[in-house]
C-alpha cells in the first residue's frame, strides 16, 4: 500500500484545514490509518487514527474536540479536519497503516512502531 497524503498550507491562527491521505496498490478498507505531526525540533507525536471499520476514532488530547478523522474507502481516502488551529499545530504531518484487527485501543494506535506504511508526510504552517 502507498500512501499520499495531501492538503497542507500556510494558515492563519482559528482557521480550518482539512489533510487527505490517498491510499494506492493494496486493500485499503483492511487498514486501520493514523495521522502523526512532527513540528520543528520535536519528535514525532500522535493526533488521531480511525480503525479499518471506521467504527472507533481515537485522539490525542491535543486534537481532542478540534479535529476529525473520518475515511471514505470507495475513495481510499482518510482525512483529518483540523479546527481552530493554532501555532502550536504547525508541524509536518505524516499518515500511517496499521495491519488490520491489531490494534484496538489508542495505547496501540498512538505508537509509531506498529505502522506499516507511511506517507510522505504534508506542511502544515499556522500563522499567529
Known amino acids: 500500500v502507498q500512501l499520499q497524503a495531501s492538503g497542507g498550507g500556510l494558515v492563519q491562527a482559528g482557521d480550518s484545514l482539512t489533510l487527505s491521505c490517498q491510499a494506492s496498490g493494496g486493500s485499503f478498507s483492511r487498514y486501520a490509518v493514523g495521522w502523526f505531526r512532527q513540528a520543528p525540533g520535536k519528535e514525532r507525536e500522535f493526533s488521531a487514527a480511525i480503525s479499518w471499520s471506521g467504527d472507533n476514532t481515537f485522539y490525542s488530547d491535543s486534537a481532542q474536540g478540534r479535529f476529525t478523522i473520518s475515511r471514505d474507502d470507495a475513495k481510499s481516502t482518510v482525512y483529518l479536519q483540523m479546527n481552530r488551529l493554532n501555532a502550536e499545530d504547525t508541524a509536518v504531518y505524516y499518515c500511517?497503516?496499521?495491519?488490520?484487527?491489531?490494534?484496538?485501543?489508542?495505547?496501540?494506535?498512538?505508537?509509531?512502531?506498529?505502522?506499516?506504511?507511511w506517507g510522505q508526510g504534508t506542511l502544515v504552517t499556522v500563522s499567529s
Open positions: 500511517g497503516a496499521v495491519q488490520p484487527t491489531h490494534c484496538s485501543g489508542i495505547d496501540c494506535y498512538n505508537d509509531e512502531a506498529e505502522y506499516v506504511f
